[in-house]
């Protein structure tokens, strides 16, 4: 079974839709991996869905480095992505190269995600000539959301929508291999996707993307909290989970399990 390179994924432009997902853990990567998924995503929302955090700025590069390891551990075919946290790549170039180092050489990545567009040019380009793959994060940036005021759809209005193009094009420059387009209009992302000669992976950005990403957890329905427009819930895992778990407690309670049968002689 042939890995996913980063090569391949450049090469999957007009060709076929690419698939990517998000993980924290070995188990479910298993199944990512098992199926198939193209990329898989240590994303910094590993704050909010495993950590418990508001949002994704307090996550740490020790808590990405741990969570990637366990990821890395599970995977003989996806493309791995260690997401940068917040200020692991903002405040100085020097710094920038050696935390997206530690994804590549410690925790087993291939590649790296970090979010912005021409403020942070300087890093991606230093990243990139340091060996590094890396992917790139426009439109609603959540490291940014103090800065936004919160999470709203971004390329809007002229001005807006500029930027946005205009970053797509000075990171293509800089080197990324692909870029996520998050919460912008669907006829932006088109026109950004038709624009560049990388992949865009869209998440919130319509189906014109040459791939799509969403959080593994809110496809599944693993949570009950509401979910943004963009999400499509394929399972109700949050329902069955309880519904096991009530049962476990019923059977304990009335002493109905471990049977005969569950149970050493």
């Known amino acids: ?33 098992e199926m198939k998924v193209d990329i898989i995503l240590i ?27 366990a990821v890395a551990r599970a995977v003989n075919y996806s493309l791995v992505i260690g997401d940068m946290p917040f200020l692991s790549y903002q405040v100085d170039t020097k710094e920038a190269i050696f935390n997206a180092g530690r994804f590549i050489k410690e925790a087993g990545a291939t590649a790296v995600k970090l979010e912005g567009g021409e403020e942070v040019i300087d890093k991606v380009r230093a990243i990139v000539n340091a060996g590094i793959p890396v992917m790139g994060h426009i439109g609603l940036t ?57 992949p865009t992976i869209g998440i919130g950005a319509g189906k014109h993307c040459d791939g799509q990403v969403l959080v593994t ?33 019923r059977d304990v309670e009335m002493n109905s399990f471990p049977s005969e049968e569950e149970s050493y002689q």
Do not use: W
């Open 43 to 69: 994303g910094d929302s590993l704050g909010m869905v495993a950590l418990g955090y508001k949002n994704t700025l307090p996550v740490t590069m020790e808590e990405m480095i741990h969570h990637t390891k």
């Open 142 to 198: 959540p490291q940014y959301c103090c800065q936004m005021g919160g999470y709203k759809v971004q390329g809007r209005n002229d001005q807006e929508a500029k930027k946005i193009l205009k970053d797509a094009q000075l990171l293509e420059k800089a080197g990324v291999f692909s870029l996520v387009l998050e919460c912008i209009p669907s006829l932006l992302a088109m026109e950004i996707t038709k624009l560049v000669s990388i």
């Open 1 to 33: 079974m042939a890995i996913i390179t980063v090569t391949k994924i450049r090469e999957k432009k007009n060709i076929k839709k690419i698939t990517m997902l998000t993980a924290y853990d070995y188990q479910i990567s298993v199944i990512l991996n």
């Open 217 to 249: 957890n809110d496809l599944l329905g693993i949570s009950n909290k509401k979910m943004p427009k963009f999400v499509r819930k394929y399972a109700n895992l949050d329902k069955i989970t309880k519904k096991a778990i009530k049962r476990f407690i």
